[in-house]
């Protein structure tokens, strides 16, 4: 029996899960962690908080589970996507990461769009390019703190450092990479032209792999530190939608997922790199070599709830959440939430959005607001469906994962919106589970990636239906949420 180790850097913590080839998921340990914000409009974490909280899973599942830590055979990563780690001479991290939440580069996304035109972005990245993406967070790095980019030997993303503090080895892979905005999606290389064109070094560049290709191997000091087993593979991994989507079992046309994660996205399995010409959704390569990803990005999506719950009214517990909010009808009499506490991308692609909630009376109670708030939430999730759809995706049902799938009442709401069955997966670190999946796959201990999916990626019996009382209410709402958005945009 082999066991695979699978790690997930997420934005709020860092997850390690333990699964047995023959008997499935052993144990799955989290730390949480915070975004450190120093000023409105940054967000950064340090690369070595990540490393620590990392030190501290991988400890606890080496106290509680010795005997299988001890038969690790490979490991495999899932990451945060978008973010950017500059590594020095020796990988040391020469400043804070700076993740995808950040809107600092105002100024740099300006120089981006004046070098292209949109039309131009598209066929060169198969997306457009946004705030808090590597490529204006690197460019403004370079404008503002010379001295730190002179120092930069390797651009990492986030899993990437701490799969370099395993192995020794700096790498990237396809689907971080083509996340950055300097990557040529549909040639699965780096955009060397963009590149030139903005005078950024071609050496700070890593070689590029497919996911599943082994990195390198657990060191002597990893090995020592963590009791991992030395000389194990560690395969590149993916971005934690990638590792998501396998996780889930979506490795052909099928099925949508919706994630409730911090952000919330919408996503689908493409065979070719297909991409949205206005640019309203993002196009980057999947974990499965060969394959692409479309999906559309929310910006504040579970990051809402906890928003709602935890600074304005105070609550701690989620089952009083949907204890309240289940109380209040569908449409939350009349009250309407636009989710855009940070700006938002799919389908405004727009940094200067604000959150609004709309129609407040004194019938509304923190019920109200909280079922306001799982709706808003889902509306924003449907914008990017039906873009998706436009560009002929098809889908029989709809797959919800994150935060968001832990809530009962939250599945009938997007079976309801989204008007689609909705499945929920067994295995509820889904992105744990595809990067052990994917690690399996590289190191030979699983015949594949889909014999894999097929053993792991299992669906709970339980199927959550559209209600038609609540489809009628939600097309109304669905309307008018939309409507909110264009009559106050110039005021945002």
């Known amino acids: 029996m082999a066991m695979i180790l699978g790690i997930d850097v997420g934005t709020s913590g860092i997850k390690a899960m333990l699964l047995d080839t023959e008997t499935g998921v052993t144990a799955v340990h989290a730390k949480s962690y915070e975004v450190d914000i120093p000023r409105p409009g940054y967000a950064q974490q340090d ?8 030190l501290e899973v991988l400890d606890w599942l080496h106290i509680h589970f010795r005997d299988e830590y001890e038969r690790v055979l490979a490991v495999g990563y899932s990451g945060q996507m978008h973010g950017l780690v500059l590594a020095g001479e020796n990988g040391e991290p020469l400043r804070p990461a700076i993740i995808w939440l950040d809107q600092r580069a105002e100024k740099q996304m300006e120089e981006i769009y004046r070098a292209y035109t949109e039309a131009e972005m598209g066929r060169l990245l198969c997306n457009r390019v946004s705030s808090g993406f590597a490529f204006p967070s690197l460019l403004w790095v370079k404008e503002n703190e010379p001295e730190i980019f002179s120092k930069v030997k390797k651009i990492l993303s986030p899993k990437d450092y701490l799969r370099f503090k395993m192995t020794g080895n700096m790498g990237v892979e396809v689907t971080d990479a083509s996340a950055t905005g300097m990557f040529s999606t549909a040639k699965r290389n780096w955009a060397w032209e963009l590149l030139e064109r903005f005078d950024l070094p071609k050496e700070i560049f890593p070689s590029v792999a497919e996911s599943s290709d082994i990195a390198g191997t657990i060191s002597q000091d990893c090995a020592k530190r963590t009791g991992l087993p030395q000389g194990i593979p560690v395969v590149y991994g993916a971005g934690d939608q990638q590792a998501q989507s396998i996780g889930n079992g979506v490795i052909r046309p099928g099925k949508i997922i919706s994630n409730i994660g911090t952000g919330g996205q919408i996503s689908a399995f493409l065979s070719e790199p297909v991409y949205d010409r206005k640019l309203r959704t993002n196009t980057f390569c999947h974990a499965v070599e060969g394959a ?9 999506s579970g990051m809402s709830m906890n928003w709602i719950k935890n600074k304005i009214l105070g609550m701690e517990d989620y089952g009083k959440v949907n204890e309240l909010a289940g109380a209040v ?4 009499e009349g009250l309407l939430y636009l989710p855009y506490l940070s700006g938002e991308r799919t389908p405004h692609m727009d940094p200067g959005a604000k959150g609004v909630f709309f129609g407040m009376t004194l019938a509304h109670g923190p019920g109200h607001f909280l079922r306001s708030v ?15 759809e436009e560009l002929g995706t098809e889908a029989s049902g709809v797959i919800a ?3 968001g799938a832990s809530s009962r009442l939250w599945l ?5 919106i989204f008007e689609k069955p909705v499945y929920v997966s067994k295995v509820k670190e889904q992105a744990c589970l595809g990067a052990c999946i994917l690690a399996g796959a590289g190191a030979s201990i699983l015949p594949s990636v889909e014999e894999g999916c097929e053993r792991f990626a299992l669906l709970e019996d339980e199927v959550f ?4 009382e609540n489809q009628e209410v939600y097309r109304r709402g669905y309307e008018k949420y ?3 958005y264009k009559r106050l945009k110039d005021l945002m």
Do not use: F, H
């Not at 692409?292 to 504040?300: D, E, F, N, P, S």
């Open 47 to 54: 690369p070595e908080m990540w490393w620590s909280s990392l």
């Open 292 to 300: 692409y990803t479309i999906y559309g990005a929310t910006l504040c």
């Open 329 to 332: 009808e569908p449409g939350s």
């Open 374 to 388: 799982m709706e808003g939430v889902t509306y924003s999730l449907k914008d990017c469906m039906e873009i998706l």
């Open 401 to 403: 994962s994150g935060g």
């Open 412 to 416: 009938q709401i997007q079976a309801d």
């Open 465 to 468: 239906l559209p209600q038609k």
């Open 482 to 484: 939309r409507e909110l």
